[in-house]
């Protein structure tokens, strides 16, 4: 049995091999825990091993482990599909949104967010693999809502996130991240300032740091597998770089 301290430090190693490997600095790329399906004891035990950022896609899931750990200083990132009735909860209670992926959504959020708080962080999602799923933005429709969402106030756009479909094979892997990053680029050239790209989990992160990742989000490979969530890849083949 490995303690999740030990898996953290063991995902840790490999993001930063995977950093050396791909020619990026040590420490460009930020670890992501997501600790979805998982009780509160364990983002507890995590925190203990210096975790400080966990991500979350389930609101009401994530409200309840807030109230049990108020006590730690955690910067939570919601990551999961956005609902327009979750907006205003979701604006209150975290720091990072990651799957932006409607102006009408940006703009509640905006209005939700408080004033006391910090701009609300956030990434548009990119749809870079039409199979995998319907959450997220065409590159064609990106340049103009990255626009729009660049000038609300109460938000901060950082950059692009993306949850390309499940493939095995490492090569296949890197061609998704590799299109995210040119369209960071772009938006770049259009006069953004984006420094983020959210991409890679448990089964594909070597391939996301290579192609430009700044933050992974991983989940299987720090806190076992999710027995409530059968939509999951089984087996993470994080351990090859
Ligand atoms: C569940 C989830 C992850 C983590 O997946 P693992 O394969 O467990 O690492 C990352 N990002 C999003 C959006 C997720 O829903």
């Not at 670890?31 to 979350?56: I, M, T």
């Not at 108020?70 to 919601?78: K, R, Y």
């Not at 999961?80 to 940006?106: C, E, M």
Request: with cysteine; glycine share 6%; net charge positive.
């Amino acid at each position: 049995m490995t303690t999740i301290a030990e898996r953290l430090q063991a995902v840790q190693a490999y993001i930063r091999a995977a950093e050396h490997k791909a020619g990026r600095q040590t420490n460009a790329v930020t670890l992501l825990a997501v600790s979805k399906a998982q009780p509160a004891a364990l983002l507890r035990e995590a925190y203990a091993a210096g975790q400080r950022l966990f991500g979350e896609n389930y609101l009401q899931e994530a409200l309840n482990k807030q109230a049990t750990l108020t006590d730690l200083a955690i910067e939570w990132h919601f990551i999961g599909p956005i609902q327009s009735n979750k907006t205003q909860l979701i604006a209150q209670n975290f720091a990072w949104v990651h799957g932006v992926d409607r102006l009408k959504i940006a703009e509640r959020l905006n209005t939700a967010r408080p004033e006391h708080l910090p701009p609300l962080q956030v990434c548009i999602q990119v749809n870079v693999s039409q199979e995998a799923s319907k959450s997220g933005v065409l590159a064609e429709g990106l340049g103009l809502l990255a626009s729009q969402i660049a000038l609300l106030p109460r938000l901060k756009l950082r950059g692009l996130m993306a949850i390309p479909a499940p493939r095995s094979n490492n090569i296949q892997q890197h061609e998704p991240f590799k299109l995210v990053h040119e369209l960071q680029l772009k938006l770049i050239q259009q006069g953004l300032a984006l420094d983020t790209l959210s991409m890679g989990m448990s089964g594909d992160f070597s391939a996301a740091i290579a192609e430009g990742a700044t933050i992974v989000r991983i989940g299987t490979a720090i806190f076992g597998a999710r027995t409530s969530n059968t939509s999951e890849l089984t087996q993470p083949n994080w351990t090859e770089i």
